[in-house]
């Protein structure tokens, strides 16, 4: 039985930086200090320079980056938010965790992405923001997005979590909106040994009460001036990414090369390729393309043992979740439609050109069998 390909090799990536973990571990044990101190400080800065803003904020996860910097906006009850129709379920909750009603926006079925067309339709006296994702890994179309924005007054919130180093038009996601949620989870392309996010921004207001609120809504200790929460990115966390991250770039380039070959053999093959806009530079957080047939070809993957997943499987506005609320009665089809066919193939920086291949034949076989 030849060797099984992960659909993401994390051991892989902590050996390659196993001392520098180890060290990363060490000073922060030493020191004693867990919470909100000069790792934390360091990252912040390390990555807002990564990502060109004035601005980060660590927070315990993605999730909580977007629902702080909704808090921060007072964006709350009775205002509604535009959110893609397909989108992990994060970018609803945030909107739900703070009152807030998520409006969905159906995507542009080649790109994944939320439609810029449709979202003048969907506006309302009561829409305050819009949060686009950069899907996959893929910026979304941020310049007619922006101009949206414009036209009715709405703050524009980049849900990054999937997007870090992509590149749209010479910016990084994360300064093309007024502020962006990063997600640490640890598949992510920046990922911690546990949890972790960022809020970031080039607006200093926005930095500092989502910074006040991650910490019980004080900035002096014991001063409360806000019903805050306990969201913190924690030291430990931030000493693993400060490791991680001066290779971040080094591992999206070799997404990009393993995207490429995708491309290359899968050319012509009866599946749906990812298509990448213009001016767009994706990281390729996943691979994902569109099967017809895609149940049976998944199964004839798993015999051979390569990992596959699904990206996801039910839209949020159909899920349980969301059963009870006015979303679920807004028909998503083109989310639907791609909830059903889409397949992410193994992709990571630790995967080789010929671990590709073999997907590839795998793939190739099944669909013609
Ligand atoms: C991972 C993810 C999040 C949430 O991040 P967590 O750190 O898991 O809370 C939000 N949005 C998208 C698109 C994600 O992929």
Wanted: glycine share 8%.
């Amino acid at each position: 039985m030849t060797a099984a390909i992960p659909f993401l090799d994390i051991a892989a990536a902590n050996r390659e930086l196993r001392n520098e973990l180890d060290a990363a571990y060490s000073r922060v044990m030493q020191s004693g200090w867990f919470i909100l101190g000069s790792e934390v400080a360091a990252f912040e800065r390390e990555f807002a320079a990564y990502c060109g803003a004035a601005h980060c904020t660590g927070v315990g996860n993605g999730l909580d980056a977007l629902h702080l910097i909704l808090r921060a906006l007072d964006i709350g009850p009775g205002d509604e938010v535009l959110v893609p129709t397909n989108t992990f379920i994060a970018t609803w909750l945030a909107v739900s965790h703070a009152g807030a009603t998520p409006v969905p926006v159906e995507p542009v079925a080649a790109t994944h992405n939320i439609d810029p067309a449709r979202i003048d339709a969907a506006v309302t006296p009561r829409t305050r923001a819009i949060i686009p994702v950069h899907l996959y890994g893929q910026p979304a179309d941020m310049t007619p997005i922006l101009a949206a924005a414009k036209r009715h007054g709405l703050k524009v919130i980049e849900d990054a979590a999937q997007a870090h180093g992509a590149t749209y038009r010479g910016s990084r996601t994360g300064v093309i909106g007024d502020a962006a949620a990063f997600s640490f989870y640890p598949g992510k392309n920046l990922g911690a040994l546990g949890d972790g996010g960022a809020v970031v921004t080039n607006d200093s207001t926005i930095a500092q009460r989502v910074r006040e609120l991650s910490n019980y809504g004080s900035k002096q200790k014991y001063v409360h001036e806000s019903e805050g929460y306990n969201t913190r990115l924690d030291e430990l966390q931030a000493a693993f990414l400060r490791a991680k991250l001066p290779v971040l770039d080094d591992w999206n380039s070799r997404r990009v090369a393993l995207a490429d070959h995708y491309m290359n053999r899968l050319a012509g093959a009866e599946l749906v390729l990812p298509a990448v806009i213009d001016g767009a530079s994706p990281v390729w957080h996943l691979f994902v393309v569109r099967l017809k047939e895609r149940e049976r070809v998944i199964c004839a993957l798993s015999d051979a043992n390569i990992g596959v997943q699904i990206h996801y499987p039910i839209p949020p506005g159909l899920s349980l979740a969301y059963a009870k609320t006015p979303a679920s009665k807004i028909a998503c089809p083109i989310a639907d439609t791609l909830s059903r066919e889409v397949t992410s193939l193994p992709i990571g920086p630790h995967m080789s050109i010929e671990q590709v291949d073999r997907v590839c034949d795998a793939l190739l076989t099944a669909i013609a069998s």
